[in-house]
């Protein structure tokens, strides 16, 4: 039921917008109430708020009149449901307090980082960069004097770099990551994820061609030049046949093994299996028995040489030519690829992976200065100061009045040192507790805040409040009813049985003309239902008729044949003809038949309103037979059957419409009107139980509030 109410609940009188810290906020310095219903009082700012976003997500301005008595129904509900004593209930609480927690969320301060960090590292998963760097290393947790030496040594090398040193030549000379002597720094295509966080700012941060500033991460200060970027490859899939270097391997054995793989590589364009040879000849051990698939992966993940070949591979099942890698020498086949998803799709899996990643961790700092920024956040240093003084922090241990001195206060509300005491655990260091300390109380001051501090929020939370007591008194008085009371809903049915009818429909020939010469043949159809696909012709025998006849006539549309015979035709003429008629259309049906004293056979071709009609006849532009629902007061009412219409449609054509049936509306039985009288069912329902509503409790407008709100808009 939670699912079902969480679509419900909002669409009950408003849809609840997406949640803008930027949005105005409505004013609430008028606190005459618009109306009063007893002792309840609503305002106008809470009105106000309702209705704009009302018409913002119809996308028209409603009439405030309207409106306004819409809220009215809304609040006298309830009212009645507060009465019923729904909102006492555990199952309300419970279920409000889940909703209310989802609510909060786009406005806390922490959610607004984590959206942020999410948009940022969305926004760098469709560029690669291409980067070296030059490591000093020094542990993070290392003593000041070895952090700067370590930071005066990386300064030095940058400083070489600005004076006009090759990056190159000072990553072999300095650098302190061991693989930099032999790749001089380069470390090829990665994008976010791939690297820690503050190296990957500082990369994607850094314009190609130039280094970053010195950047500090968990294994030392880099320098950081960015050698180029380009939008993102995706993700890609590939299988691979491999055949290894032995060890210690020659530029003779690369070459043995190149033609070894060749010979794999002319069996494969020869036709033969990949799974078969991939598992026979392949020596990835890891990969050979599953026909040499290797997991889904991104640039910067393969040697640079299969990375560049396996991007290139465009379809799947693409093979391309060996390719030698560190390893050996390898064919490629692409099994699929993957560009970079829309935000929205990946949104959730990103945040996970926020979470989990370096960058939560800044996440928190930044939250936490954001707070103390938005919250006017004050430190007493002589109160710290005392706190770091004492051996031991046991309250006994200071006096009545230290105890009472503010630490720090928030806004307006000061937190002790005695309520820092009673929340202090002695086990940690007191930096790390009182750090703690204030992370706890500026998150809690936000949250019991919020209202305050966006009004909106406020009008959102009392929306869902009342939305949920809303579904359960509507699910009582209303729904519930339609569902169980079958009676009821039959004697509604049988009351009200003239409502529900089908409409009447037409069976339409719809022909398009080019112009209206050749209209005429065409209204007055053969049997009410064929119009001509030629001209009557004579029949002699079917090859003279064959040549007479040239329609297009692949045998998908039935052909229909008007026949004149001489009223003395034998039995085996009769015969022989219907014989050669059905040898010459692959699909007929004869629906005239005449006899007359000449003694000549007459044939002519028909079809019904279709795309062999058009065909048929350059003048048509398009044929079609449809069934309309003649509705009162359309162009479709009062046509009967054999009448018919002419109209030119924008492109200066004329449409011209045979009516071939007429169908009158059906009375529909309760089965089939359920759908519709269930909902005029619970209209009904909730206008009798309106009525009681209104009359049980009082509904006072205050109509000069009104005016004001009228000449405001």
């Known amino acids: 039921m939670r699912n079902i109410k969480g679509i419900i609940i909002p669409l009950l009188f408003i ?79 419970s279920e409000l307090n889940g909703y209310l927690e989802e609510i909060k969320k786009p406005y806390l301060t922490a959610e607004k980082v984590n959206k942020a960090l999410v948009k940022e590292t969305y926004e760098r998963l469709q560029h690669e960069v291409n980067a070296s760097h030059i490591l000093i290393r020094v542990d993070k947790d290392a003593k000041a004097e070895d952090t700067l030496k370590a930071y005066q040594k990386i300064e030095e090398v940058k400083n070489k770099f600005d004076a006009g ?113 991939a598992t026979k000849e392949s020596e990835d051990l890891s990969t050979k028995d599953n026909g040499g698939s290797l997991p889904w992966f991104g640039a910067g993940r393969l040697p640079a040489s299969l990375e560049t070949v396996a991007f290139e591979l465009e379809e799947k099942g693409d093979i391309s030519k060996p390719v030698e890698s560190p390893y050996g020498w390898h064919i490629l086949k692409l099994e699929d690829k993957r560009g970079v998803g829309s935000l929205e799709s990946m949104e959730e899996s990103l945040s996970r992976r926020v979470q989990r990643d370096q960058r939560s961790e800044l996440k ?74 204030e992370k706890s109380k500026l998150i809690q001051y936000e949250e019991n805040n919020l209202e305050l501090k966006y009004p909106e929020y406020k009008f959102l939370r009392q929306e869902y409040k009342d939305g949920l007591l809303l579904f359960e008194i509507m699910n009582q008085k209303v729904w519930s009813k339609i569902s169980e009371d079958t009676t009821a809903l039959k004697k509604y049915y049988e009351e009200h049985k003239n409502r529900y009818k089908t409409d009447g429909e037409l069976k339409v020939a719809r022909i398009v003309f080019s112009d209206t010469s050749s209209i005429k043949p065409f209204k007055k159809p053969i049997n009410d239902a064929y ?67 000449e003694n000549k056979i007459y044939l002519q071709l028909l079809s019904e309103a279709n795309e062999l009609l ?55 039985t309760l089965s089939e009107a359920k759908a519709e009288l269930m909902e005029d069912y619970q209209k009904q329902l909730e206008l009798d139980w309106l009525e009681e509503l209104e009359k049980k409790y009082s509904v006072t407008i205050n109509e000069a509030v009104l005016n004001t709100l009228k000449s405001e808009i």
Request: charged share 30%.
């Open 531 to 597: 119009f001509p696909l030629t001209d009557q012709l004579e029949y002699v025998d079917s090859k003279t008729t064959l040549k007479q006849i040239k329609i297009d006539d692949n045998g998908d549309h039935k052909v229909f044949i008007s026949l004149v015979l001489p009223q003395n035709i034998s039995e085996r003429d009769t015969i022989k003809l219907f014989e050669d008629l059905n040898q010459t259309f692959s699909n007929m049906d004869v629906v005239k038949l005449i006899y007359s004293d």
């Open 364 to 437: 928190e700092v930044e939250v936490i200065k954001k707070l103390k920024e938005e919250n006017n956040f004050k430190i007493n240093t002589e109160a710290y100061a005392l706190l770091k003084s004492k051996e031991n922090l046991n309250p006994g241990n200071f006096k009545r009045k230290e105890l009472g001195t503010t630490l720090f206060s928030i806004s307006e509300t000061d937190f002790s040192l005695l309520d820092f005491l009673n929340e202090y655990d002695s086990a940690n260091n007191i930096d790390l507790e009182l750090e703690k300390y």
């Open 614 to 668: 058009a065909k048929n006849n350059d003048r048509i532009e398009s044929a079609s037979t449809e069934t309309i629902e003649s509705l009162e007061n359309s162009k479709w009412s009062g046509l009967n059957e054999g009448e018919f219409t002419k109209n030119v449609d924008k492109r200066g054509m004329i449409e011209f419409n045979y009516i071939l049936e007429s169908y009158p509306p059906k009375q529909k």
């Open 165 to 277: 040193e090759s990056f190159e030549a000072l990553a072999r000379e300095y650098s302190e990551d061991p693989s930099a002597k032999s790749n001089n720094g380069l470390l090829g295509w990665f994008t976010a994820f791939q690297m820690v966080y503050p190296f990957e700012s500082a990369a994607y941060q850094t314009e190609v061609g130039e280094i970053s500033p010195i950047t500090r991460t968990q294994f030392g200060y880099h320098i950081i030049k960015v050698n180029d970027k380009r939008e993102t490859l995706g993700r890609i899939k590939i299988a691979h046949i491999m055949k290894r270097f032995p060890p210690q391997a020659s530029s003779e054995d690369s070459l043995q093994t190149e033609k070894e793989l060749k010979k794999i590589y002319e069996q494969l364009n020869s036709g033969e299996n990949w799974f078969i040879l």
């Open 15 to 93: 849809f609840i917008s997406s949640c803008k810290t930027t949005q105005k906020a409505p004013k609430s310095e008028d606190r005459e109430p618009l109306f009063t219903i007893d002792s309840l009082a609503v305002y106008p700012d809470e009105f106000m708020y309702a209705y704009e976003k009302s018409n913002k997500n119809k996308g028209e301005i409603e009439p405030i009149d309207d409106y306004l008595d819409l809220y009215i129904n809304f609040k006298l509900k309830v009212i009645e449901a507060k009465a019923e004593g729904i909102d006492t209930t555990k199952a309300y609480k």
